[in-house]
């Protein structure tokens, strides 16, 4: 069977996306349809060079009167023409007339909220599905809850996060659209019960896995509405957004005051301006985004939990993201996994593993972080569940509770001149092989402190979880060294993130190089660490093995 599938402004940055995606399909016919024919046409002889095994046409449709749309037949009709705040249901409910599926990328939050009222029964008379949201926001976001909290006892916070590139997103419709609610009132779950706040407030700066630190406020999503009413959360359940560039970010907050002191009603007349400095300031970023989960609760074991899903896309790709959820609803409705009808928001319809399976050939990245913030152990608490299912020798030495007392061996080397008096001064071991090595654990609630005795020297440091979750710092004197817990099958990676003089953040280019691993092979445990520095050369490079 041959499905027709009528993409709603294909010549966009989603709609062609979408178009490539699907034009590999077996059994599909493609219909690009928007207002203005020419950009179709170059968009249809793009994907028949490159290779597109379906039959592509070209149709012109105006997505607020689509008269034209019945005589396309379409088996489903896909809109990702945009903008969605303060439009209609015509075109959906022409859809479901001409027996079409229907599904967008809606991400207006009043138009996901009232689109079941307004479609649910038409939907159901024509046996079709008609699906909402089926984005990044809200459907991805609650595939990615529902993978993370299965199996929890309770769910106490939920905090969402999506950073485009400075390159990806600045176009006017795009900029309009967060405007729209800059500043404005914006009822959100939050402090365990619904409140008001403004749109672009709340502003956090967040560490975001494969991108750095970013800053971020509240985003006015259909999110805000759909989690809590999904997942039964006791605390808050936040969606944030943010540009790459951090003065993008805070001048967009800055400009809410404008609406909430009542000296301007809507900042969505800027949009033209600011799309054209955003447009300008692109040079100073990148096209690389993603997006981020964070949960807290109590897991299946009863105790605390803490998990993180993080998202990260090499340049150029960043645009496929949001079509994911579409492609996925499409895939199940074509091979019959999905078989409902019916008008509902797209959250929880298909599952994350559905959704990143659209995503193969494409360089996105993702990774999840789940921690147990309430055990005593930190490399519990970083890791969670990870931990439980690292080698023994590796639990023993970083599973402790109280202390313990390990005796080992292991070889060091490093350079001379200042990189030996930073050695000296630390209690650092020098070059050469250590046979007699001695590493004494302290730990507790707070943290752990390891004594390392190499002979008649000894280094001693302090380490700290610290959030989001698997982040830990290793306090030496007055300079904290903060990592990423990376595990792997056989132990975890200290994956470097960055330094401070107590409070203080010291500039990243000045750090030095930090690569370490604590693992097992053989059934024994084993480590090793290289300190480098670009300007003065190895500080210290040892690696050996302790005895259980």
Do not use: C
Request: glycine share 12%.
């Amino acid at each position: 069977m041959t499905h027709r599938v009528v993409l709603v402004g294909a010549g966009g940055a989603f709609g062609r996306r979408l178009a490539a995606r699907l034009a590999s399909w077996p059994d599909v016919e493609l219909v690009l349809a928007g207002r203005r024919p020419e950009p179709l046409q170059a968009l249809r002889a793009a994907l028949m060079a490159s290779g597109a095994s379906a039959p592509i046409s070209v149709a012109q449709l105006d997505r607020d009167q689509p008269t034209g749309l019945a005589a396309l037949a379409p088996w489903a009709v896909v809109d990702l023409a945009g903008p969605f705040q303060g439009a209609g249901y015509g075109l959906a409910r022409s859809t479901l007339q001409a027996g079409g599926h229907y599904l967008d990328i809606a991400d207006g939050r009043a138009f996901v909220a009232g689109f079941a009222a307004a479609l649910d029964e038409t939907a159901r008379r024509t046996g079709r599905l008609a699906a909402t949201g089926a984005s990044s926001t809200p459907a991805l976001t609650a595939a990615v809850v529902e993978h993370l909290t299965q199996g929890w006892r309770r769910i106490d916070r939920i905090e969402a996060a999506i950073s485009p590139g400075a390159r990806a997103f600045h176009g006017p419709s795009v900029i309009r659209a967060a405007l729209s609610w800059a500043g404005q009132p914006v009822r959100v779950f939050i402090g365990g019960g619904w409140r008001s706040r403004a749109g672009g407030g709340l502003v956090r700066r967040r560490d975001m896995p494969g991108l750095g630190r970013r800053w971020l406020s509240l985003a006015d999503t259909p999110d805000l509405d759909l989690i809590p009413a999904r997942f039964p959360v006791t605390d808050e359940a936040l969606f944030l957004a943010g540009a790459e560039l951090g003065i993008e970010s805070l001048t967009f907050s800055l400009l809410g005051w404008l609406v909430r002191l009542r000296l301007l009603r809507s900042l969505s007349a800027l949009a033209p301006t600011l799309a054209w400095l955003a447009a300008r300031m692109a040079v100073f970023g990148s096209d690389r985004g993603g997006m981020s989960v964070t949960v807290e609760g109590i897991g299946r074991d009863g105790g605390r939990a803490r998990a993180r899903w993080s998202l990260w896309t090499d340049a150029g790709i960043g645009t496929n993201v949001p079509i994911l959820p579409a492609a996925a609803i499409l895939h199940g409705l074509a091979t019959g996994a999905l078989a409902e009808a019916g008008a509902r928001p797209a959250a929880s319809l298909v599952s994350l593993e559905a959704i990143l399976a659209q995503a193969e050939g494409l360089a996105i990245s993702t990774r999840t972080d789940r921690g147990a913030p309430g055990d005593r152990a930190l490399a519990r608490r970083l890791l969670g569940e990870a931990f439980d299912a690292m080698p023994a020798a590796v639990r023993a030495v970083h599973g402790l509770a109280s202390h313990g007392r390990f005796r080992g061996r292991g070889r060091a080397r490093g350079d001379g001149g200042l990189p030996a008096l930073v050695r000296w001064g630390l209690g650092m071991p020098g070059p050469g092989l250590h046979p007699d090595l001695e590493v004494e654990i302290a730990a507790d609630a707070r943290g752990e402190t390891w004594t390392r005795h190499f002979g008649r020297m000894s280094f001693r440091s302090h380490l700290r979880d610290r959030k989001p979750v698997g982040r830990f710092a290793e306090t030496v004197g007055p300079l904290a060294f903060v990592f990423d817990a990376e595990p792997d099958a056989k132990g975890f990676r200290w994956r470097f993130v960055e330094w401070r003089l107590g409070p203080v953040p010291l500039p990243r280019p000045l750090a030095p190089r930090i690569h370490a691993r604590s693992f097992a092979r053989d059934g024994v445990y084993r480590f090793s660490v290289v300190v480098a520095h670009p300007w003065m050369g190895i500080l210290l490079a040892y690696a050996g093995r302790l005895e259980l």
